[in-house]
């Protein structure tokens, strides 16, 4: 079963506005990392920001914010700012664990984002 | 100074064919991974392996096999190939496997086009 879930396949964004990208996760794991991917037309994955179940305050990293909402099992990234090199796809992904023998991560299936000038 | 180097970024090759990829890390890493990204830029698991310990996501064919020389290297090989293997992909690695805070930090892939 699916456990992580990105309900928007496109986004678009005017430059300079901000912008949230939907992901959702089910698990029953009380112990698990939250984390997003950005995917440029060039292929390289890059790791934005991470999120872990015990934190208390939400993760940010410069222009990118996680909206982590523990009992909706959500983890929406927010972009402030948007820059035209901001286009690309975007992956929520997680780990869980520690004590599962295979805590692998595992991926939505992305979205795309595109800025427009 | 790349942290996680895979080789080639392009192969081209033909069905019925045996190819390598190779992937190598110099984060001191403990646990390497193949993913597979299809068409549709979905993402799965194929592999991981740490201290030895192979683990296989149960859907890939056995015409894959990862080899491993040392903790720094996770080479995939294919026999066989087929158009449906027509795929990009990725070598990542992470600190120990258990450590589900760790992310993952990928190489820049390679795309395997099957003719």
């Known amino acids: 079963a699916q456990k992580i879930t990105q309900t928007q396949p496109g986004m678009f964004v005017q430059e300079k506005e901000a912008v949230t990208l939907d992901c959702t996760y089910d698990?029953?794991?009380?112990?698990?990392?939250l984390f997003w991917y950005k995917q440029p037309s060039s292929g390289e994955m890059i790791f934005l920001i991470y999120?872990?179940?015990?934190?208390?305050q939400n993760a940010t990293e410069g222009r990118y914010s996680l909206n982590f909402q523990k009992a909706r099992k959500s983890a929406n990234l927010v972009i402030s700012a948007s820059q035209l090199g901001d286009s690309a796809m975007y992956f929520c992904?997680?780990?869980?664990?520690?004590?599962?023998?295979?805590?692998?991560?595992?991926f939505g299936a992305g979205t795309r984002l595109t800025v427009k000038p | 100074d790349t942290a996680v180097s895979q080789t080639p970024k392009y192969l081209v090759t033909q069905m019925g064919n045996d190819k390598s990829i190779k992937c190598e890390q110099n984060?001191?890493?403990?646990?390497m991974y193949w993913y597979k990204q299809d068409s549709k830029k979905f993402l799965k698991i194929m592999f991981s392996?740490?201290?030895?310990?192979?683990?296989i996501n149960e859907t890939v064919p056995n015409r894959f096999s990862p080899k491993s020389p040392d903790k720094a290297h996770l080479n995939l090989h294919i026999n066989s190939l087929e158009l449906g293997d027509s795929a990009v992909y990725f070598c990542?690695?992470?600190?120990?496997?258990?450590?589900?805070?760790?992310?993952?930090?990928f190489g820049n892939g390679t795309r395997l086009t099957v003719t």
């Open positions: 990542a690695s992470s600190q120990v496997r258990q450590d589900y805070n760790s992310p993952l930090h």
């Open positions: 698990t029953s794991d009380p112990s698990y990392g």
């Open positions: 999120q872990g179940s015990y934190d208390q």
């Open positions: 992904a997680m780990r869980e664990g520690p004590y599962l023998s295979n805590n692998d991560m595992r």
């Open positions: 984060l001191g890493h403990d646990t």
């Open positions: 392996y740490n201290n030895k310990e192979l683990i």
